[in-house]
């Protein structure tokens, strides 16, 4: 059975959900686009994952900087403004009648390629968006039970060949380390950076607690997470002693707490990494105390964006 921060819970609505697809509504089994498509042919494009809360798209903001700040940075123009993406996106969760428990996926790719080609001359078209909402609520038995992290031997690339801070269609890296971790009966993957020191793993930032303190990695080599963020504010906002620092495995196996952040799972704990027992209290008492924040930080976001 799978298991991960990622699970969710089975939604029969998702059938029948219309996919946005280049200014068209298009049934789940009809959402097609091109095999000559940027995207599918050598992982070029940008994307967001973005939660639907309370009739609010939470946090909206931090992810448009995110998408836009990656679309820049590999030299690719959206051609749409961010008022004009937010109408879509609308659009779509609007056809969907979806108020509530929804998680939107925005893609763009940089389009249409004459022949297959690493070469953005050779694109004939302007920028492919698609855009899948779906109804999804993260399963409370992630959080319940905690996953299992392995650390791979894939590391977490050097910012000048691929900047992990890049939210781009180019994942393999991170398909290879979960593997890993999957074959070695874990859930997901730890990933070391560069230089030996824990970065992130493969789908969520990665925290641990010592003495009170909570650390994560520098930043340099991880994603550039709108979660991490947050729980790294929450903590400055709380008092709580939050380093962002280099630190290794040796760190990490003596850790009195772990846990992994992201948009769809929010705060996760982490019981064991490469066979090791972190916690054996699911949450730990930070980890439930930042669950606790975070979720009032969610609240208070939907609250300001209806004023």
Known sequence: MVHGTHNAVEDPRNEDVLVYVNGELLPRNDAKISVFDSGYLVGDGVWEGLRLHGGVLVF??????????????????????????????????????????????????????????????????????????????????????????????????SPDYLDPRLNCHSKIHEVQALIQALEAGAD????????????????????????????????????????????????????????????????????????VTGSFGGITPVTEIDGRVISTSVPGNMAQRLQELYTQAVENAVARSKI
């Not at 030299?75 to 509530?100: C, Y």
């Open 60 to 157: 909206w903001d931090e992810h448009l900087d995110r998408l836009f700040q990656g679309a820049k940075a590999i030299g690719m123009d959206l051609k749409m403004s961010r008022h004009q993406i937010r109408e879509v996106v609308w659009k779509t969760l609007d056809a969907n009648d979806m108020k509530d428990g929804v998680h939107v996926r925005v893609m763009f790719t940089r389009g249409i390629k004459k022949t297959p080609s690493q070469d953005p001359r050779l694109t004939v078209s302007g920028p492919n968006l698609v855009i899948i909402a779906e109804y999804k609520q993260a399963d409370p038995e992630s959080r319940n039970r905690g996953v299992k992290l392995h650390t791979s031997s894939v590391r977490r690339g």
């Open 188 to 259: 997901e993957a730890l990933m070391l950076d560069v230089n030996g020191f824990v970065s992130t793993c493969n789908a969520t930032n990665f925290f641990m607690v010592k003495n009170g303190e909570v650390w994560t990695s520098t930043g340099q080599y991880c994603m550039n997470g709108i979660t991490r963020a947050k729980v790294i504010d929450l903590c400055l906002q709380e008092k709580i002693p939050c380093f962002e620092k280099n630190f290794s495995l040796y760190d990490v196996y003596s850790a009195d707490e772990a846990f």
